[in-house]
């Protein structure tokens, strides 16, 4: 029978849920690492038991934890990103020139063919790849110096490259996106990379439709479509058709297009999730109400799914890497919150239920399903 | 205050760790003791805790520079030696096993 494990990075340590495909009763394993922020933890496909966590602090940086018995166990793994080069500067708050300077990571993304090979979105924005399990990793510098890099400028949250995905139909081609650089894509590998933010209006920005410096929060591709990408932007819910080349907007209906997170369905390359929330001012969910707002025709046209949700009193955000689906027959979608509860849907969002209410600060969640 | 260590080839240094870097380098104990040639200095010691436990490297000191996280403290003998050089040569008490050399996270954050 199939199951799930369902992986939770926190402000203040790691959790693995578990549970058998019927998704009703869930275990509550952790915490892991306690004490330090867990910005992201994910599995590999092709081996789900190698597991990569981000595990940093502001008093003892950034270390990286692998597993290789499904979570069981852990083992601190190479530390060490450095920048190709002399990395030079990009642009501070004010407009000024500023050192890159390393951070932490915000994603691991396992490659889909390799289980000891794994990416690494980092702040100050750059990719690093590990071929060694983690050992060692070397900046894919190309991105960093293709020639924008100058004009990227942080995000309120950091300079962070925060997305990364890899075409499952192409092992060349790569997305990702940076706060507030834009959506980036390589078709050789990661040596070259352009901007794909054609289309993006960026109201705050001094040329709106610039070629980079918008606020991506997140990008999203069903593995069956790779050539269809959803984006959560600043503001705005975005479509691509052609692998970025262009965007279009398709928040439609929605009640704001502010948002952190998007993800599509596991079976319905059309049916699209995302979590409005009020303002940039104001990074909590409308009206105190926690819905999670559903497209079935790829955008534009959504509807609120609030089915054993908190309806009224609730302030909380849900962050950009903080939801996934998994790939059971009836595709379940799960999301945490800045509040520390994980709630889940095993009907594609009709009806919702929290697997744990009280963990710390929900930063990131993963899905494996388990055969 | 007399500085040690001169002399001898090496001494047993004692160092004590935030309970975060303990539990990273899944250690047993407060502290640990450390063979750490003489003369023993703070660069001596953290080159011998970061030989014998490798998922230390950064955490204490940058990557690259060297230098000591801007929130990791120093402390020998109640004094704050954070801002001394690493080349500095540690006390006498220190270097003899009689005092640990403390490692702390500053207290900070939330």
Redesign the interface.
């Known amino acids: 029978m199939s199951s799930v494990r369902v992986l939770v990075g926190t402000r203040k340590g790691a959790f693995i849920l578990n549970s058998d495909g019927k998704r009703k009763d869930w275990t509550v394993n952790g915490p892991f690492f306690a004490g330090w922020e867990i910005y992201h933890l994910k599995g590999s496909t092709v081996d789900p038991n190698r597991l990569y966590a981000s595990q940093s602090s502001s008093w003892s940086g950034q270390v990286v934890q692998r597993s290789d018995d499904g979570g069981a166990t852990w083992n601190p793994v190479g530390n060490q990103f450095a920048y190709a080069g002399v990395p030079g500067t990009h642009q501070w708050y004010d407009g000024t020139p500023h050192p890159w300077e390393f951070k932490r990571v915000w994603h691991m993304e396992p490659s889909l063919t390799d289980p000891d090979t794994v990416y690494a979105g980092v702040e100050d924005a750059a990719l690093f790849k590990s071929a060694d399990g983690g050992a060692t990793w070397e900046e894919l510098k190309g991105l960093r110096e293709h020639g924008t890099g100058p004009q990227w400028q942080p995000g309120a949250g950091g300079m962070c490259l925060h997305t990364v995905i890899l075409d499952p139909s192409n092992a060349k081609r790569m997305y990702i996106a940076i706060s507030a650089a834009g959506a980036f894509r390589t078709d050789d590998g990661g040596e070259t990379w352009k901007p794909i933010n054609k289309g993006l209006v960026s109201q705050y920005i001094p040329d709106p439709a610039a070629e980079v410096g918008h606020c991506v929060h997140h990008v999203a591709m069903h593995k069956a479509r790779p050539d269809v990408l959803f984006m959560q932007k600043h503001w705005d819910v975005m479509r691509s058709d052609n692998a970025g080349d262009s965007w279009h907007e398709v928040s439609g209906n929605l009640p704001t297009d502010f948002g952190f997170v998007i993800d599509v369905h596991a079976h319905e390359p059309e049916t699209v999730f995302v979590v409005p929330i009020k303002s940039d001012a104001e990074h909590f969910v409308p009206d105190g109400k926690l819905r999670v707002f559903r497209s079935k025709t790829g955008g534009n046209e959504w509807e609120a799914l609030e089915k054993g949700l908190p309806q009224k009193d609730c302030y909380v955000n849900v962050l950009r890497d903080a939801m996934a689906v998994d790939s059971l027959d009836e595709c379940g979608v799960y999301f945490g919150t800045s509040g520390g509860q994980v709630y889940a849907s095993a009907d594609a969002g009709d009806n919702w239920s929290p697997l744990v209410r009280d963990l710390p600060g929900v930063l990131s969640v993963e899905v494996q399903t388990l055969k | 205050m007399t500085n040690g260590g001169e002399g001898a080839s090496s001494a047993m240094v004692r160092v004590m760790l ?4 303990r ?2 380098a899944k250690m047993e104990g407060a502290e640990v003791s450390l063979e750490v040639a003489s003369p023993v200095t703070a660069r001596r010691v953290l080159d011998a805790l970061e030989a014998r436990y490798p ?1 230390l ?4 000191r ?3 520079t060297g230098k000591r ?1 801007a ?2 403290r120093i402390f020998a003998c109640e004094e704050d030696w954070s801002h001394q050089s690493p080349d500095a040569v540690l006390p006498e008490t220190v270097a003899s096993g009689k005092e640990p050399l403390l490692i702390l ?2 207290i ?2 939330g």
């Open positions: 935030p309970q975060h870097l539990t990273l998922m490297a950064g955490t204490i940058e990557h690259g996280r929130f990791m996270g500053a900070s954050g």
